[in-house]
């Protein structure tokens, strides 16, 4: 017997339809005599439009009310996948957050789970229902409602399957799988079988929009095995492990892209002391999040131009700051939007040697100039014109052998 | 200081627009020093979207995970409305079937009201704060929701006010009140300043829709002053009291009319002991709700011809059972769908006499014929051909001084 969890996304229920080939999955597994704990989103669509009706109210909805809005999404589906399944003579029931109940830190529309309570949902199972969760949300000591963020369902399955003690946590979803790079630009993009959680990590904060990443980072902390797989075929999806049970042939298991982040440059800065804390200083204060950092010396000798990364929609909020609040002189602030991130992800990149070498001279072969460089145990990121992005993804993915 | 129940139906807060026009409504009675619980539907339409999606999985839709269902129906509205307050800078608060809790007998789909915990909430309305409950639901002992039937938050709001010991329940609706006669078809009806529950009763049972009649009975058993009003004018509504606070100037208070009825005739029937017995036992094991009954004796003097009436969606049903279990000899069953019901109503009538006769003279004299006759203490009421409906209700709208 095993216990698993299976978390369905927005699209994998988003219609009537879906519901009941999610239902039929269910029953599959069921009948193989597995525990079943699904954990359900709200059916796709819906809620963006609690969203919309919050915001024609107010920009400033109150964000406890918010909550109350939102958490219908989940339990609407809770309801439909239940009746579904009743409909396919399988036991099941909807327990809803404050049934169960899901306990909360109770910070509005970004909560933690905190606890979760095992006894009637484990009493269910042990008489063959199945029980169906209601994704991203939970409530608090004082017994009110509270979401976890959006993509929360991805959170409140790896904390079930945590402390329900699950033997796996399968994220259905609307792709089959992690891909090598993203398989709707490069067709030759490989679906990958294992990766670790730090390398899927990695690649769903560089843009792989598969799983959330505070997710990941919990599964990774508990140890929690989990498979992302597509609700419309029947293929294996990725299985997600901790890095020992991984057996790396390649340096590099995939190529991430983003086009997020906006360069800026301020040129002729007095090089002296204290000048790069006296231009970052106040833009952490700020809330902005610096990516990438460098400096070059100037033709003069006497002034540096340095450059560094942000997020695109904090541009004008850092010139502003840097405008402001920093004490520094220099000549003027440039910025280019029109810049993306290319990032090389891999657990086996650490033992490889020649790595960073080959991805510079890949890029160069191509003609692409580098304009900033970042990197970590397992990542390499570089920003390039956005207009080679494509040029580099494909060339980055034929040079490390994921074609 | 005055405690209000507002009730706002589906109509009333059937889009942001009108919410906000709600929370404009519930805003000038707290300034006025009130203390306010709000009671609210589903927006308009949502209920019944919501129970199309149940059908599209199954026309037997497991009745628990139904109510779960439908019960984000209020929710929705309670969040919306309690935040469109906030922005109004009015302390609001939705306060959730199981937050507070609204305890059930458990029946699923239809449910009654058994208690309702008051500390919680008078806490919150002695801080100023208004209360939004959503209508139409509970929890059961079990912690499962439960639905109340279909118009049932007019129970609830009814429930609440005698639990919380208001001062009064209003019922914000999309009509001004209660009136003499379907305004719709009759545009001389006339709106009803005050009338008794037992006349609402009479009135609402006969098709009056403007309150669900359980709540009118609730509401009349524990003495709680109603009144119907419009949201979307500000004119007085109808008060609903008990009798004895009602100066009676006229005998008829209102004439109602409702197309839901069918006559059905038993031709050729055995004139014998027992014979009405062995009619209507099987129809009443049936659940067939007869209304009225005549039996005319036919020509020959050994048979008679018996008619009754049902609703129309019984007719086959009945027809059914007559055929399979009545133990009677006939020569037939024909029945007749094309028929009206129309009722005078009035808490006067009883002490004044010859309402009867003035009735039947005034449909003779518009030469239209009586197909059945039902009386009750306050109420009169005869089956006539479909086809003559507006004429006598004009009639005897006229005859019996309400225009």
Redesign the interface.
């Known amino acids: 017997m095993v216990k698993k969890v299976l978390k369905f996304g927005g699209t994998s229920v988003g219609t009537?339809d879906r519901?009941?080939h999610v239902a039929n999955i269910i029953k599959k597994e069921q009948l193989q005599g597995n525990k079943v704990i699904a954990i359900v989103s709200a059916m796709a669509g819906k809620t963006n439009e609690?969203i919309s009706?919050?915001n024609?109210?107010?920009n400033e909805?109150?964000k406890?009310?918010?909550d109350?809005?939102l958490?219908?999404g989940e339990?609407?589906t809770?309801?439909?996948l239940?009746?579904?399944l009743?409909?396919l003579n399988i036991k099941a029931?909807?327990f809803?957050n404050?049934?169960i109940p899901i306990l909360t830190d109770g910070e509005h529309t970004n909560a933690r789970i905190v606890n979760i309570n095992v006894e009637n949902i484990n009493e269910y199972l042990g008489n063959n229902g199945v029980a169906i969760i209601p994704g991203f949300q939970g409530i608090s000591k004082n017994?009110d409602?509270t979401t976890i963020g959006r993509g929360g369902s991805d959170a409140t399955a790896v904390a079930v399957a945590k402390i329900f003690n699950a033997d796996t946590c399968e994220i259905y979803t609307d792709v089959d799988g992690v891909y090598s790079t993203d398989p709707n630009k490069i067709p030759v993009a490989k679906k990958i079988d294992k990766i670790s959680y730090d390398e899927m990590l990695e690649l769903s904060s560089l843009g792989a929009k598969v799983m959330q990443s505070s997710a990941v980072q919990t599964a990774m902390m508990y140890n929690i095995p989990l498979e992302v797989k597509s609700t419309f075929t029947e293929r294996k999806g990725t299985k997600i492990f901790s890095q020992e049970n991984i057996d790396y042939s390649k340096s590099v298991t995939g190529v991430a892209y983003s086009k997020d982040d906006a360069k800026i440059t301020i040129t002729g800065v007095k090089d002296r002391p204290g000048v790069a804390a006296n231009i970052f200083e106040p833009l952490s204060k700020g809330q902005i999040n610096v990516d990438m950092v460098i400096q070059n010396i100037s033709s003069d000798l006497k002034t540096t131009d340095i450059t560094f990364t942000v997020k695109r929609n904090d541009v004008l909020k850092t010139k502003k700051i840097l405008k402001d609040y920093s004490k520094i002189e220099y000549k003027e602030i440039i910025h280019n939007e029109k810049v993306a991130k290319v990032s090389i992800v891999g657990a086996g990149m650490v033992s490889t040697p020649g790595v960073t070498y080959k991805m510079f001279r890949a890029l160069s072969d191509e003609g692409i100039n580098i304009l900033a460089i970042s990197t970590s145990e397992i990542k390499l990121s570089v920003i390039i014109e956005e207009s080679n992005t494509l040029k580099a993804i494909k060339k980055l993915h034929t040079v490390f052998d994921l074609d």
């Open positions: 009537i519901i009941r609690l009706l919050s024609e109210i107010s909805f109150n406890r009310e918010f109350v809005l958490s219908t339990q609407v809770c309801a439909l239940s009746g579904a009743i409909k029931k909807s809803l404050w049934q017994l409602i």
